[in-house]
């Protein structure tokens, strides 16, 4: 699969479906209702994929880059990605294994913004908003940008800000409260 981001810059993918890249017009909007927020901010991709959010956020001028995945075929291309597009002010790490338990790792980190993309039908929904609540992870004025599939609701005690529907993508969006 051929993948473009921001600059038209190309980006390495898994074969197969393993992996599913967040849609373009999703890049796009997320990137877009996020405009000004993302230069210098502290970026943690959950879910990470292909590294395709990641790699738009140091593109746009992320200072840090987080990102947590569970397939280790996925984190060497991510790493692959990643080192592509960052400049050297930037930093960035990938973290491979259970996110829930990889979370409990960045206690007393913040973040500014947060990207999580998990498999639509995981089970992950509910304990990883509970744990970025939990541990503090978003920042006061941070914001959490949940990709699923439309009609999903989340009992979680983060604030919904936003939601948006982009076919079969929808997007929910989360403050502190």
Not at 72 to 99: F, H, L, M, T
Not at 134 to 160: K, S
Request: with cysteine; glycine share 8%.
């Amino acid at each position: 699969m051929s993948l473009r981001i921001y600059g038209n810059r190309p980006l390495k993918t898994l074969p197969g479906q393993d992996t599913r890249p967040t849609l373009a017009r999703v890049r796009e909007a997320v990137f877009n209702i996020w405009q000004g927020s993302i230069e210098g901010c502290r970026w943690l991709d959950l879910c990470t994929g292909s590294g395709s959010m990641g790699a738009e956020a140091l593109c746009r001028g992320a200072s840090l880059v987080i990102g947590i995945e569970q397939s280790a075929p996925a984190c060497r291309i991510i790493e692959q990605n990643w080192k592509q597009v960052a400049q050297s002010e930037q930093s960035y790490q990938v973290s491979r294994g259970d996110v829930v338990k990889r979370l409990a790792n960045l206690s007393g980190q913040q973040f500014d913004r947060i990207y999580f993309d998990p498999p639509y039908d995981s089970k992950l929904y509910v304990p990883v908003l509970n744990a970025i609540a939990t541990l503090n992870l978003l920042a006061q004025d941070g914001e959490l940008a949940v990709e699923h599939r439309p009609g999903a609701t989340f009992d979680t005690p983060l604030t919904i800000v936003r939601q948006k529907r982009y076919g079969n993508t929808a997007l929910t969006f989360y403050q502190t409260s």
